[in-house]
């Protein structure tokens, strides 16, 4: 590989950021492409599909072979609370295979004895999230009830693009925190892409099955995102 490619592709990787290394097998030149880089004709098409796979492997494009190793950042879940849900949560993410982190001021509640070998910040999101910041291959699940800790951190997940947000609270609560997100300068479209209440439908009550039903909800948003993308280049193909 041209160690330019490689400083550029864990450059990348370092930033969290999703990109493709493609070699010409004809010639064996590299080349480092990002999400969302424009690359015209078929070989663009192919490269849409392997970024929505997340599947390496070779191609052939007018005549000409080409290998696609694709590196994806790992999904992440930022939780916004250290409460019972997130204790719950906590096994059950790791085993999913999501990379979590848990961030509350609350000091008291924030401990390790309560949550062993999860990444705990007892910080305010608006410290945290400028040192690790939220991007689109990110969930982002508020549990606190408490605006001065939300708010922030929905407004950053929605300027981030990530592809779950999801807060708790009843209907009622949630009318409320669309105002003040509005007032905060959020359209109706982007406050939209809210869930709330919080996770699948499946008539959770306990911690524990609201855990259960978060989850769920984030591996349906991120499955989800390839599908609409596919989809959308279906249209446009």
């Known amino acids: 590989m041209d160690p330019y490619c490689l400083k550029k592709l864990n450059i990348e990787r370092q930033a969290r950021r999703a990109a493709l290394l493609l070699t010409d097998l ?56 250290a409460v019972h849900i997130s204790q719950a949560l906590a096994p059950m993410a790791r085993l999913a295979g999501y990379d979590m982190e848990i961030i509350d001021p609350r000091t008291a509640f924030a401990t390790p004895d309560r949550f062993p070998d999860v990444r705990l910040l007892a910080e305010w999101p608006q410290d945290a999230l400028k040192a690790r910041p939220l991007d689109a291959y990110t969930a982002v699940a508020v549990v606190t009830h408490d605006p001065k800790i939300d ?23 949630h009318a409320k925190r669309v105002e003040r997100l509005q007032a905060l300068g959020l359209d109706e479209q982007s406050i939209a892409a809210i869930h709330a209440p919080i996770g699948l439908d499946i008539g959770a009550a306990s911690p524990a099955e609201i855990a259960v039903a978060v989850l769920a909800e984030v591996i349906k948003a991120f499955r989800a995102r390839r599908l609409r993308t596919a989809q959308t280049l279906e249209k446009t193909a």
């Open 151 to 173: 708010d922030y951190a929905l407004e950053q997940a929605v300027k981030a693009g990530c592809f779950y947000i999801g807060a708790l609270g009843s209907r009622k609560t």
């Open 26 to 81: 004809g010639d064996g030149r590299d080349r480092v492409i990002r999400e969302g880089d424009p690359v015209a004709g078929q070989l663009g098409e192919v490269i849409a599909k392997a970024f929505l796979s997340g599947q390496s492997g070779v191609a052939a494009v007018d005549g000409r072979s080409f290998f696609l190793n694709v590196h994806l950042p790992p999904p992440r879940l930022v939780v916004i609370g």
